[in-house]
């Protein structure tokens, strides 16, 4: 088994089709076939269901897709670890939740560079699932998230709590209204707002993504609820303003990253980005949203 059979098994199941993944590829549909062909030969099994139609998966097929990406994924670290210069005494991968690479991150992934130079970096975006899976399996050193899942071997650390405020286009206009765009900050979030809005319908716009729901209601106009550091720039700029009397909610964000690691650099990483929560968490307590 080797990795362009892997890859073209890959692109065959998101594409369902042989002569679909040729094309993307930049191979032959008989290249395609052979390639599929010594893959089911190595594993002994069918991977997919050939008609007409295209190509579905067999259930053995779907069991294998979770392999078929880790394994891609440990070759490719394989690959960045490997293949760094001798300057570099180590490397390191984070993963985060897009809101927390609004200002959080970036600043912290700056502090590193400056502070340790010989330490490569490879920052990723993800969701709690796949962040989680990969610090599972040990293709990612430290992952930051909202809803961890407690799985064992690997470790879940508090880091901070977010603030989040209420943002809006027009503090003038009454509050509930048809342009508030929920943004699914997880269960710790829905627990929260549910109890402060009991009676509150299921809003018309629902996002899973706090810089989604911003961008739809500076485009549109409209209200949502973001984290303190975003929503600072944001009000400065006069694109946003703060809704009068609205609540905050606390949104604890964790640190999770795995028992067996074998980074070298691990425990400083750690310890990095716990100083560099408690400074940003003074300055959020020191601006002027907070009430």
């Given at each position: 088994?080797?990795?362009?059979q892997?890859?073209t098994?890959?692109?065959v199941?998101?594409?369902?089709?042989?002569l679909?993944?040729a094309?993307?590829?930049?191979?032959?549909?008989?290249t395609?076939s052979?390639?599929i062909?010594?893959?089911?030969?190595?594993?002994g099994?069918?991977?997919?269901?050939?008609n007409?139609?295209?190509?579905?998966?067999?259930?053995?097929?779907?069991?294998?897709?979770h392999?078929?990406k880790?394994?891609?994924?440990?070759?490719?670290q394989a690959?960045h670890?490997v293949?760094?210069?001798s300057?570099?005494?180590?490397?390191?991968?984070?993963?985060?939740?897009?809101?927390l690479?609004?200002?959080?991150l970036?600043?912290?992934?700056?502090?590193m560079?400056?502070s340790s130079p010989d330490?490569?970096i490879r920052?990723e975006i993800?969701?709690e699932?796949d962040?989680?899976r990969?610090v599972?399996?040990?293709?990612m050193?430290?992952?930051?998230?909202?809803?961890p899942q407690?799985?064992p071997?690997?470790?879940v650390?508090?880091?901070f709590?977010e603030?989040?405020?209420l943002?809006?286009?027009?503090p003038?206009k009454?509050?509930?209204?048809?342009?508030?765009?929920?943004?699914?900050?997880?269960?710790a979030?829905y627990?929260q707002h549910?109890?402060?809005y009991p009676?509150?319908e299921?809003p018309?716009?629902?996002?899973?993504?706090g810089?989604?729901?911003?961008?739809?209601?500076?485009?549109?106009?409209g209200?949502c609820?973001?984290?303190?550091?975003?929503?600072?720039?944001?009000?400065?700029?006069g694109?946003?303003?703060?809704m009068?009397n609205?609540?905050?909610?606390k949104?604890?964000?964790?640190?999770?990253y795995?028992?067996?690691?074998?980074?070298?650099?691990?425990?400083?990483v750690?310890?990095?980005?716990?100083e560099h929560?408690?400074?940003?968490?003074?300055k959020?307590?020191?601006?002027?949203?907070?009430?």
């Amino acid at each position: 088994m080797d990795m362009n059979q892997v890859r073209t098994f890959l692109a065959v199941a998101a594409n369902g089709s042989f002569l679909e993944a040729a094309t993307r590829l930049h191979v032959t549909q008989s290249t395609v076939s052979s390639r599929i062909q010594s893959l089911e030969a190595f594993l002994g099994v069918s991977l997919f269901v050939r008609n007409r139609s295209g190509a579905t998966l067999t259930p053995a097929g779907r069991r294998f897709i979770h392999h078929a990406k880790a394994f891609i994924l440990t070759l490719e670290q394989a690959k960045h670890d490997v293949g760094l210069p001798s300057r570099f005494r180590a490397s390191i991968t984070i993963g985060a939740r897009i809101a927390l690479w609004e200002v959080f991150l970036p600043r912290w992934v700056g502090e590193m560079r400056r502070s340790s130079p010989d330490i490569s970096i490879r920052s990723e975006i993800g969701f709690e699932e796949d962040l989680m899976r990969r610090v599972t399996e040990g293709t990612m050193d430290v992952a930051l998230m909202y809803t961890p899942q407690h799985n064992p071997g690997v470790h879940v650390q508090h880091l901070f709590d977010e603030t989040l405020v209420l943002l809006t286009t027009d503090p003038s206009k009454s509050w509930p209204n048809e342009d508030y765009i929920y943004v699914d900050w997880g269960p710790a979030f829905y627990a929260q707002h549910s109890s402060h809005y009991p009676n509150l319908e299921r809003p018309a716009q629902v996002v899973n993504i706090g810089w989604l729901g911003v961008q739809i209601i500076i485009s549109n106009g409209g209200s949502c609820f973001v984290p303190v550091r975003m929503a600072e720039p944001l009000i400065e700029a006069g694109q946003l303003f703060h809704m009068p009397n609205s609540p905050q909610f606390k949104l604890p964000t964790y640190m999770v990253y795995s028992h067996s690691s074998d980074s070298i650099v691990l425990e400083q990483v750690l310890g990095s980005l716990r100083e560099h929560a408690a400074d940003e968490q003074k300055k959020v307590l020191s601006t002027g949203i907070l009430l």
